[in-house]
RNA sequence: GUGGGUGUGGCCUAAUGGUUAAGGCACCUGGUUGUGGCCCAGGAGAUUGUGGGUUCGAAUCCCAUCACUCACCCCA
């Protein structure tokens, strides 16, 4: 019985998981890049009122499920729920409304919410992030949702499609509103008492209600997209145009309307299966208000998270391997204390020649020490006992292939690093 | 916040209320002078999540608590 346990809904990422995240990291950078996407990381906490004001009062997230605190200067401060805030935020302060616009963005880290956790939803987990700021055009809205489709694509993501909807704007939303809740005043009685709350706090989330009883009032309720004002119906037509010219399937999900308060036009998501009753691995839209409710000049936005253990989970649901982490070029073994010595020199001369180099620790015999070389696979271990010094050959043994062969010492280094160049290579490591 | 399920060495699993809680994987050490993987032998590792209670006796029954897990709410 351990003493000590990871907090409830945080998770512990071993190292024979690893190869997952250094895949999925590695390749959303690549992709993020190729388009065009710059990284910028913003602090893991933010002051409290970013995220009450740009997440919005009255979302659950705000309401109940911040990790928020007064540091020891008095000041609140909330871990992040989600980047998006953080991010305007941050375009805001460091004046990016003057680069070129629109300025396209991407990062990744932790998000924090208190939740109970559940298959595929934890209180911290990592999201891979991309928006676009500054940019009305729907090809906008059109690349972040590119971003997401291609990245799922090359990490094996099969039978893919866009859940779709559109929110409308100031203009038009309201007014689907109230004839959503007209709607829902005649059947109030049959509706059921989480919806009744949900009238009342953001009743547009009436229509993702899973009750059996409230099926037959969505089924039949109005639908946003048919409610439009012009600018966001062209809106609309013009992404889902360049969808099908790019042949990227989507669904029109009329009950599609995500929860956070800042959304206009476009909402998505991308759907898959593994991760429990989650089915989001991927959310997001335009928040073309956000900005000026932050303080700053009106600025469009668009762009989404997704969950990185929630994409790591849909990889094994689908049986995608990840690459593996090489495993160490050369396992130096010695025999007697000179030995011990001269391999200590030697492991530091190859990976000061990026050869990656263990060297055995301790005193152990050479049975012992080859046991440990195979375990860790080595490519190659290096036996340096009393004949070898004596001898100034050292015996190399292909682990592999079980073969031997002697090496001068003054050759080793250079040996060792023609045999194993190609063979390996460090994968990059992003944050 | 609500409801269901589950807690036995690092992992997986066994033990009709009855001796020192058993086995497998993994780990460590050996198997004649210095050669890995297979095999063999040995070793280390558990106050059965925790605290109470029932009982002559509890891993086993009861209560509480904590954790994990699944689902609801909500979300990535």
């Known amino acids: 019985m351990p003493q000590y346990q990871r907090p409830t809904g945080t998770l512990d990422i071993l190292p024979e998981e690893q190869p997952y995240w250094y895949h999925v990291r590695s390749r959303a950078r690549h992709l993020a890049e190729l388009a065009g996407f710059e990284r910028m990381d913003v602090p893991i906490f933010e002051t409290t009122e970013v995220f009450a004001r740009g997440v919005g009062a009255g979302t659950d997230i705000v309401d109940k499920e911040m990790y928020s605190f007064e540091d020891k200067g008095g000041s609140p401060i909330t871990l992040r729920p989600e980047f998006t805030a953080g991010i305007v935020r941050a375009y805001i302060e460091n004046g990016m409304h003057v680069r070129s616009q629109p300025v396209k963005l991407y990062t990744f880290g932790p998000i924090f919410r208190y939740e109970r956790p559940q298959a595929g939803r934890y209180r911290q987990h990592t999201q891979f992030n991309v928006e676009i700021l500054g940019e009305q055009d729907p090809i906008a809205d059109l690349e972040v949702m590119l971003l997401a489709w291609d990245l799922y694509a090359d990490l094996g993501f099969r039978d893919l499609a866009f859940q779709l909807n559109s929110t409308g ?27 009744h709350r949900r009238l009342e706090r953001s009743p547009l989330r009436v229509l993702d209600c899973k009750s059996k009883q409230c099926q037959p009032i969505i089924a039949a309720a109005p639908h946003i997209a048919d409610h439009l004002c012009p600018e966001c119906e062209a809106h609309f037509a013009a992404l889902r145009q ?17 929860g956070l308060d800042y959304y206009t036009k476009t909402v998505f998501e991308v759907w898959a299966a593994g991760i429990g009753a989650q089915s989001a691995v991927c959310g997001g839209g335009r928040y073309d208000g956000l900005a000026e409710l932050l303080g ?15 994409i790591i989970l849909v990889m094994q649901e ?38 990656s180099a263990w060297i055995s620790h301790g005193d152990r015999g ?9 375990k860790r696979a080595a490519h190659y271990a290096v036996i340096l006992g009393e004949n070898e010094l004596a001898s100034g050959v050292a015996s190399v043994r292909d682990m592999e292939a079980g073969e031997q062969v002697d090496v001068q010492l003054s050759d080793l280094v250079t040996w060792l690093k023609e045999h194993v160049r190609g063979r390996l290579s460090v994968p990059n490591t992003s944050r």
Do not use: W
Not at 243 to 257: A, D, G, K, S
């Open 296 to 310: 700053g000049p009106p600025t469009p936005g668009v762009g989404f998270g997704s969950g990185m253990e929630r």
């Open 169 to 195: 704007c100031p203009q038009c939303k309201p007014q689907y509103v109230s004839l959503l809740k007209a709607y829902y005043d005649e059947r109030y009685a049959q509706a059921c008492d989480d919806c």
């Open 242 to 258: 360049y969808l099908e010219l790019l042949e990227r399937r989507y669904t029109i999900n009329h009950l599609l309307v995500r």
């Open 318 to 355: 689908l049986d995608v391997e990840a690459p593996p982490i090489p495993s160490p070029a050369v396992f130096l073994v010695h025999l007697g204390a000179p030995a011990k010595r001269k391999a200590l020199e030697l492991t530091y001369a190859l990976r000061t020649e990026d050869v």
């Open 366 to 374: 050479l049975r012992s020490q080859l046991r440990e070389a195979g």
